[in-house]
């Protein structure tokens, strides 16, 4: 059994790499998942476990406390492991470090969203929001979108948005800060959200046509980040139907208030992955919805090991 830190793991991965594993994973068997979520007030306890024959079975979990990034120090507001067992004996095989797991996971679960729905021709993103996820969803964006020309960042906070951005410079890489989130997202071909908003940040008249929604920071009932008018106006992808319908609030939300059904789905991984059609046109907006299952999980921690060991 092995013990794989983010210190030890996070160096030696790559996000093209990353992308291509969750898109094998999804050709393999269907998962079988479970989840449990306890939640006081903003804090979360989250563990997800998933069971694929041939690939493993992983247990992740992971506690949410959000005020710990104001901290002095800061502290990480994401903590947690993954179980990563074997397929055949059962065996636990690995211990990953969550962070690192959810860390290439998520980043990786959109920008593959992207490469599946996302017109060829992008050239401009932007992330909504300011914090980890934030800084790593353009370091995988930037490697997956050679072609993206302008990277902007806008967050509620302007002081943690230039922050972002100077972070990012020390990595030779130049990111606009946006006062105007209005005027941003109107300007984007691809854009993130990655916030912990509980109320829509992101406004459907906002949208230009042929752009591309990646909706990364609503994980619980009580949250999203997009208005009805965009989830409307949209053709609307997930990452699994299983874990975001009837789980998470960005979709809950406008079903309970009778705006659409499960069909508005038009597919997930499962049907991408496996040559079901994705965007239909270049003035077609879409929608991708990142819910980050257990299955996903799995498929990174293995992908980890196998780097690492083969």
């Known amino acids: 059994m092995r013990f794989i830190s983010y210190e030890q793991a996070d160096g030696e991965l ?20 479970g989840d449990l979520l306890l939640t ?11 069971w694929i024959d041939g690939v493993g079975l992983a247990l992740k979990s992971v506690t949410v406390y959000p005020e710990n990034a104001a901290k002095q120090p800061p502290e990480p507001s994401v903590q947690g492991a993954m179980l990563l067992f074997d397929s055949q004996s059962g065996a636990l ?7 690192l797991v959810t860390k290439w996971k998520t980043a990786g679960d959109s920008v593959l969203g992207a490469r599946l729905l996302a017109r060829k021709e992008a050239r401009s993103y932007l992330v909504v929001g300011a914090g980890t996820v934030a ?8 490697e997956v979108f050679p072609d993206l020309e302008t990277f902007t960042v806008w967050a509620r906070s302007e002081d943690k948005a230039r922050a972002l951005a100077d972070d990012m410079a020390k990595e030779g890489m130049a990111v606009v800060v946006a006062t105007d989130l209005a005027a941003a997202a109107g300007q984007a071909d691809i854009i993130s959200t990655a ?6 940040i992101l406004k459907g008249a906002w949208i230009k046509p042929g752009a591309h929604v990646d909706l990364i920071g609503a994980y619980r009932p009580d949250m999203r980040e997009a208005d009805d008018d965009l989830m409307l106006k949209g053709s609307l992808f997930v990452d699994a139907r299983e874990t975001t319908i009837g789980e998470i609030g960005e979709l809950m939300i406008p079903m309970a208030a009778g705006l659409f059904d499960a069909s508005h789905v038009k597919g997930d991984f499962r049907d991408l992955c496996n040559g079901a059609p994705g965007r239909l ?12 299952g257990a299955h996903l999980d799995l498929m990174t921690g293995n992908m980890i090991v196998r780097k690492l060991y083969g």
């Open 281 to 292: 046109s270049e003035t077609e907006i879409t929608i991708f919805k990142n819910g980050g």
């Open 195 to 200: 916030t912990m908003a509980k109320e829509p």
């Open 135 to 142: 800084k790593t969803l353009l370091q995988a964006y930037r």
């Open 93 to 99: 095989s690995a211990i990953l470090d969550g962070p």
């Open 14 to 33: 790559s996000w093209q790499e990353m992308a291509n594993a969750l898109e094998a994973g999804h050709k393999l068997e269907r998962a079988e998942i």
């Open 40 to 50: 006081k007030e903003d804090r979360s306890l989250l563990s997800r476990g998933a």
